[in-house]
């Protein structure tokens, strides 16, 4: 079995991909806060039942496999939805940007890969355990 084929790493590399999409949308709200007329942005959140569906490789291509002992390396190329982030009123110049609440929604968002990128290193570890192969810590 390949790596990237086991469910829980496909669906966490999918999770820190999309955290990733966000926290690049959230700092375009924070870098155009004080631009007119600009509404803040957000990307709509993964359903998870579809991801269910699609983890295992059926609707996911990867890089081409020449030899059978090469781990193939799946690609998602899912684009994220994004929708209107706007949490309040806007500001008479039109900005819908509220800085305090983009700032929240980053550090969320931060702490959120944290915990995706620690659960990916911990399974990581559990399968070179599994393998028999010793852990540099």
Do not use: C
């Amino acid at each position: 079995m390949n790596l990237p084929d086991v469910p829980l790493l496909s669906m966490l590399k999918d999770r820190m991909r999309w955290l990733e999409a966000r926290q690049q949308v959230l700092s375009q709200n924070v870098a155009n806060a004080d631009t007119p007329n600009y509404s803040a942005r957000d990307l709509r959140p993964v359903d998870f039942e579809s991801v269910l569906r699609t983890t295992g490789g059926a609707t996911q291509q990867g890089l081409t496999v020449t030899d059978p002992r090469h781990i193939s390396v799946a690609s998602s190329s899912a684009q994220f939805q994004t929708e209107d982030g706007a949490d309040g009123e806007a500001n008479p110049n039109g900005n819908s940007v509220s800085l305090e609440q983009e700032m929240i929604k980053i550090s969320d968002t931060q702490a959120e890969f944290q915990a995706a990128t620690n659960l990916y290193a911990k399974a990581m570890q559990l399968m070179r355990t599994a393998l028999g192969k010793p852990t540099s810590s």
